[in-house]
């Protein structure tokens, strides 16, 4: 498995990565479309779209992303390559949501992210799933174990990159979405993992399946508003999941959880330089 992904990665076609031109770039939202915003539901807070103001110019070199999420074959590969042990393996437990309830359940993890009947439909399907469970401090480890395999750049998105691929790909932003109402739960694991099977299209997983994790810290913007959660706490996390309220997947809309954070929910796809 391992030689299969570092032929990917050599390859300079377009089958697994997105060549995304750059540019400058208009990023972040105006805090006054925020404020015109009508939120429907508790599940998104007027803080967080705050913490994707102000809108402003950046310049994005080019780059490759890849065009689905770190598949569970793929991140089985490093695993038995290094050895390494994920957060949600060293500690003995990962997170797990059934019916709209958080549960901190013990003997989670990528192998058996669900805890039920869904572990085994993600074993059969590894190949085209995306990898459950992994917290930032596993992608990050995943993108330096390819980077030394392959010698080439490989890392997390940042969040200018990650908005930018989300311009190019077509992801609304905050003011676009009419819709204000919650996606529905799934309560069967086993269909929650039936539903992201279905929403990759001949491998392209597109954004707002699971959340992405990016590079940065969740801090302010150049001329943002404070806020009590910015620092070197939180990661970011970008695009929304299945389950999400539509304004989570809007592409400047910013999610943060600590390093170590893992759930069924949580993704990641690479960039390579």
């Excluded at 103001?53 to 390559?81: C, T």
């Excluded at 039920?116 to 995943?142: I, K, M, R, T, Y």
């Excluded at 009419?178 to 491998?203: K, N, Q, T, W």
């Amino acid at each position: 498995m391992k030689q299969r992904i570092i032929e990917r990665m050599a390859s300079d076609g377009d089958e697994h990565f997105f060549a995304v031109p750059g540019g400058e770039m208009q990023l972040g939202a105006d805090e006054a479309d925020i404020g015109r915003i009508t939120i429907n539901g508790d599940s998104v807070k007027r803080e967080y779209l705050l913490s994707a103001a102000p809108r402003r110019s950046e310049h994005v070199a080019p780059f490759r992303i890849g065009r689905s999420l770190v598949s569970r074959e793929d991140f089985s590969a490093f695993i038995d390559d290094t050895g390494y042990r994920t957060d949600a393996e060293r500690e003995g437990w990962a997170w797990i949501s059934r019916d709209g309830m958080w549960e901190k359940r013990e003997g989670l993890s990528w192998r058996n992210p669900f805890g039920g009947a869904a572990d085994e439909f993600c074993a059969e399907h590894g190949g085209q799933l995306p990898v459950f469970q992994a917290s930032w401090n596993d992608a990050a480890a995943f993108c330096r174990w390819l980077s030394n395999a392959t010698g080439k750049r490989v890392s997390l998105p940042d969040e200018g990159q990650w908005e930018t691929f989300g311009f190019f790909r077509g992801v609304p932003g905050l003011v676009e979405i009419s819709s204000r109402e919650s996606s529905p739960l799934f309560s069967d694991h086993v269909a929650y993992c039936a539903a992201v099977l279905s929403a990759i299209d001949g491998g392209e997983c597109p954004p707002g399946v699971l959340w992405e994790w990016c590079l940065d810290w969740f801090d302010a913007y150049p001329g943002g508003r404070p806020h009590r959660e910015y620092g070197e706490v939180y990661k970011v996390l970008r695009g929304g999941s299945l389950q999400s309220n539509p304004l989570q997947r809007a592409r400047e809309y910013r999610f943060r959880r600590c390093p170590t954070a893992r759930s069924p929910y949580y993704g990641f796809r690479i960039i390579i330089g």
